[in-house]
């Protein structure tokens, strides 16, 4: 089946160490997405890559990087995590940007 | 600016009991509407959508919800509840056109009682 992928589930970080988040799909979309859920919130968008245009909302903190190597794979990387960096990050797809976004499992991230 | 309203933030049904989850939206045009669903530690699945055409739609697991311009809402509904139902809802919408971003409400939290 053509989905959206996460890797990994959980993930376990110290306090300023470098981590990155993957995602992958099969659906061949144009544009992907990061957001970030904290616990009883709605998912917040971080940036998105249609094809390999990077486009990064206005808000989110310069310790958030992405890359999309190509169209199937792409990175969430936190360069120094705080404490309130500890979430859960949702990746979708979508195969333009007006169009219906899918979403992965989500990596529920901790911050020691 | 647009917005999603969820004015529910929590409800209790019985198992077997019909639900009604309530959304409205505040945008000058007709936007494109959806409804997710995230099971706890999950990503979210969409359940349905609404770009035009038929102002009731279909999704799965059962679930509809109806569009109404005059009111600015697309609730989401389901006659008869099940236990597997319990989890978060949220309402989303975007503008169309070259718009990427979703608009979330806040979520309303489905709690099924036996």
């Known amino acids: 089946d053509a989905m959206v992928i996460q890797n990994p589930r959980y993930q376990v970080t110290q306090f300023g160490k470098p981590v990155t988040l993957s995602c992958s799909q099969t659906l061949n979309h144009n544009v992907m997405y990061w957001y970030q859920q904290k616990s009883s919130q709605a998912p917040k968008l971080l940036f998105h890559?249609?094809?390999?245009?990077?486009?990064n909302e206005a808000d989110t903190p310069d310790n958030f990087q992405s890359r999309r190597p190509n169209t199937s794979f792409c990175f969430l990387d936190i360069r120094s995590p705080g404490l309130g960096d500890a979430a859960m990050y949702l990746c979708?797809?979508?195969?333009?940007?007006?169009?219906?976004?899918?979403f992965g499992p989500g990596t529920r991230l901790l911050v020691l | 600016a647009q917005s999603v309203t969820q004015p529910d933030i929590h409800i209790t049904v019985s198992e077997g009991a019909s639900l009604e989850l309530r959304c409205n939206y505040s945008y000058g045009a007709t936007p494109y509407l959806f409804w997710y669903v995230q099971s706890p530690g999950q990503g979210l699945q969409l359940l349905l959508k609404?770009?035009?055409?038929?102002?009731l739609v279909q999704g799965i697991k059962g679930f509809e919800a109806e569009f109404k311009r005059s009111q600015s809402s697309f609730n989401l509904r389901k006659p008869s509840v099940h236990w597997s139902d319990a989890a978060e809802y949220f309402c989303?919408?975007?503008?169309?056109?070259?718009?990427?971003?979703?608009?979330f409400g806040k979520g309303t939290l489905l709690t099924v009682n036996p």
């Open positions: 890559y249609y094809d390999k245009d990077f486009n």
């Open positions: 989303a919408m975007n503008s169309g056109g070259s718009n990427y971003k979703l608009t």
């Open positions: 609404y770009f035009s055409g038929d102002t």
């Open positions: 979708a797809t979508s195969r333009d940007p007006e169009e219906t976004q899918y």
